[in-house]
């Protein structure tokens, strides 16, 4: 930059506005001399005899930047002549009294915002107030690409400048009036032909040096805090402004990095406010100087920076940054539509977060700050209702009612187009500098190591590096470990391509064990593979890569244990027939009840027919869900819902309920439960289908984390296969199941008294929605022999249902009939038959009874129609009743039996109903008293 001198050219101080003008002023600016501090009184009851400091005010003028520039000098150093001036000295008033506010370009957009801003700041009754603005949105941009254009010599540099002019112009005519107008205006039109001046200087060199731009891209902020400062002002509130060019001092680092110089700030301060401020001072963010006093910025989120900078100056009680989000999200919302705002993030989450990209503060941003505790708060100026984050201390409670704190993992966030390199032999086991070296490699290729991981083995080093280097990086460890490659001491060195990075972050993961348990498991459940970890000493993040493919998946898998899994369950229902639609009542009637009571959100993601079918996004209002079928469908797609219902929100707890009695819908359970979606179904088809997929089924449920639940395929709602699992499981061993498994066949054989025809009773129970879709699968004992066959296979037997003797009830030439309707309309002629069985039973004082039998001792099952004394338990059923006698070894004297309607609408619905909340992890314990808790609503089925 060459050698500083003091010379008074500095636009740094020779370009310093004036503050708001005064109209009673005695004194005029024109008519003083210059360099001289301005003592500022308010007529008219304003800000009578109050002195106040601004920006000073040193008239510049366009001739002495033509002069500056012409010189060379433009950006020597000058001191600050007005400050040094200052013979008052006074302390800066410090400590509580202090808030800041800061508010970016959005914020700052257009007059009205503007003039919000305004009454945000007069609405805070602080004692002290300093507000930092950024530009108006989109100013630095235009200014930086003003410089472009004039570095470029591209002449319609001087027509964006002129939009600069007409932005400021338009906006100041909407906000401002009078005299206040008038003075903006003057400074602007200063400003804007001193700009022209230097970029034309600029144009003729064809080159800006750094101080020239950051003097040229500073301007946005001198000109919405003038603006600011006096739409405050109109409203009868002292103000002042302030050139942060005259205060805050950084020294720069490098290109893009400053480090604030805190003792010369603290001096320049101190100097600033020697001349007594008023209680409201609107200061430029972005912009600084450095020690020798040239122009400089405070780089990328800068104007963040100028505040907790000048918060921790004056040891506020509290930054507030002003933005157009509600605070910080747990995770990026527009790939986790379930993330919530964060209430409080500690210093060390809020950097976490900020390096993996999310989008709160820049981690320099907290370090001025977190030296004094100063808390920051991330606020919404367009939802003033949203509290917002508060980044500090890590906070004991959640909020001040003594809330329960948040998750332990905070948030999550995401790194893509990462690749991951590994480095792998034998021979770096126990030798010192492999590490070295091997990161030596990466340096001199100049890769950024994202996150490294090595095995305590030190059989292989892996790190991460952004995936455009990783070929550079390869390249040189290839060439630098040639010979130890080609000795066998290193076996590979491999790159996985598209890779990301997966990070939880929350500073009590330190203290809590579990934490990264929890993790792996959601991450497991949602089969996602975890390529490599990395967790720090300081415990602040788990760090994981994975395939770029499964990240958003990762993410809402991770995100959602930790913040809804326990909650929330995505559910995809195929078939709304009768049970279907059942179930979506049952969801309808109970999601409130689920929600408040036991926080256990369900979400129905879509309903498919045969033919169409109905997506959502969020879940589909449950009250309309006829309606929405009618109205939103689409042409139904089983893959495409599968996808809809899994992928686009992933909530990790994934339900697909097949409530119809389609074999194709049963032959995907496979590739359900291997994506990681938990299936729940009354559809009989899958375990009786083939043994070989049945097994392959089994095998793959108790491999894989997902659940499969299949109560209502027997008895509906009755307790059938849970408690056959809990004999088998608890170490007894089957003999026998013997019963009426048929809801249908059981009503049929229980209302058949000789007072209504077979057919009518046939009828009566299709009614009753106790059948199949076809009454012949019924009639025919396929349905019975399924279920024998079901609870065979669950008792160990490896039978399939060819091996099941089945009685078939459904007339010879009634097998044929091309539809059930067709089958129901002839079976009347054949009444006689089954009323000439029933009376030959009657005769002898028996009744007819449709059984199945499971003999697990002889490996063989049967299904027929038997005659029972009407003194059997089998004679006493009631309406569909099943009735299930388990003879065991420990009930061997006396069979367990169980009892109860073993079909129909409502039972069967809830039967699958309570299948659904049988995923829950802690579900023993959480779905006794949650069936505890509907018992006590009065919930009867449950
Ligand atoms: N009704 C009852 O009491 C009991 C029924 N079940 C079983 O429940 C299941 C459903 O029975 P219901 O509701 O009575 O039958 P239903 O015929 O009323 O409903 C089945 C629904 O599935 C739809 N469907 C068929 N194939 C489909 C496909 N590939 N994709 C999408 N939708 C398809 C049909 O259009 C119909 O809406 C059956 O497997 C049945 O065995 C189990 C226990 C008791
Ligand atoms: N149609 C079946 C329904 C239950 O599985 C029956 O009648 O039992
Ligand atoms: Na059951």
Sequence with gaps: MGTITVSPSNPATSFRRRTPDFPNDSLSASTLPPRKIFVQSFAGGKLAGRPCSGAMRIRSSSERVKKAVSNNHIFSSVADVSLNQATETSKVPKGEMWSVHKFGGTCMGTAERIQKVAEIVQQDSSERKLVIVSAMSKVTDMMYNLLYKAQSRDDSYTSSLDDVFEKHLLTAKELLEEDDLERFLSELQNDIS?????????????????????????????????????????????????????????????????????????????????????????????????????????????????????GALVMARQVTIWTDVDGVFSADPRKVSEAVILRTLSYQEAWEMSYFGANVLHPRTIIPVMKYNIPIIIRNIFNLSAPGTMICQQPEKEDGEGMISESVVKAFATIDNLALVNVEGTGMAGVPGTASDIFGAVKDVGANVIMISQASSEHSICFAVPEKEVKAVSNILQSRFRQALDAGRLSQVEVVHNCSILAAVG??????????????????????????????????NITVVLMQDDCVRALRAAHSRFYLSKTTLAVGLIGPGLIGGTLLDQLRDQAAVL???????????????????????????????????????????????????????????????????????????????????HVITPNKKANSGPLDRYLKLRKLQRKSYTHYFYEATVGAGLPIIRTLQGLLETGDKILQIEGIFSGTLSY????????????????????????????????????????????????????????????????????????????????????????????????????????????????EGAVELRRYAKTHPFAQLWGSDNIIAFTTQRYREQPLIVRGPGAGAEVTAGGVFSDILRWKPQSNHTIQVLLDKLRELGNSRF
Aim: proline share 4%; with cysteine; glycine share 6%.
């Design 507 to 540: 500073q009590k993961m330190a203290s809590t064990p579990g934490v990264s348990a929890t993790l792996f498991d959601a991450l497991a459940k949602a089969n996602i593979n975890v390529r490599a970890i990395a967790q720090g000493c300081s415990e602040y």
């Design 595 to 677: 929600k408040e009571s036991f926080n256990i959100d369900l979400r129905v993601m879509g309903i498919s027919g045969t033919k169409s079918m109905a997506l959502s996004n969020s879940g589909i209002d449950l009250m309309r869900w006829r309606e929405h079928l009618k109205e939103k469908a689409e042409k139904a797609n089983l893959e495409k819902f599968v996808r809809n219902v899994q992928e686009n929100h992933f909530f990790p707890n994934t339900v697909l309920v097949d409530c119809t009695a389609d074999s194709d819908v049963a032959n995907h359970y496979c590739e359900w439960l291997q994506k990681g979606i």
């Design 194 to 310: 001193n700009l022209k001046t230097m970029l034309r200087a600029i144009y003729i060199a064809g080159h800006a040096t750094e101080s020239f731009s950051d003097f040229v891209v500073g301007h946005g902020e001198l000109w919405s805090a003038q603006m600011l400062s006096y739409a405050i002002e109109k409203n009868g509130k002292p103000c002042c402004w302030m050139d942060t060019r005259e205060v805050l001092i950084v020294d720069p680092i490098s290109s893009n990095q400053v480090d604030p110089n805190y003792e010369e700030s603290e001096k320049k301060l101190e100097k600033w406010f020697a001349q007594r401020p008023p209680e409201t001072i609107i200061a430029t963010g972005f912009i600084a100087s450095t020690p020798q006093n040239i122009p400089t910025t405070l780089k990328r989120d800068g104007s963040d920076f100028s505040a907790a900078i000048l």
């Design 748 to 859: 049929i054989f229980n209302n058949f008294k000789g007072t209504r025809s077979f057919s009518d009773v046939v009828t009566e129970a299709k009614l009753a929605g106790y059948t199949e879709p076809d009454p012949r699968d019924d009639l025919s004992g396929s349905d019975v022999a399924r279920k024998v066959i079901i609870l065979a296979r669950e008792s160990g037997l490896k039978l399939e249902l060819s091996d099941i003797p089945v009685q078939n009830l459904v007339p010879e030439q009634l097998r044929d009939c091309a539809s059930s309707e067709e089958f129901m309309q002839k079976l009347p002629n054949f009444d006689d038959g089954f009323s000439k069985q029933r009376n030959d039973a009657e005769v002898e004082g028996e009744v007819l009874r449709y059984v199945g039998v499971v003999d697990v001792a002889n490996n």
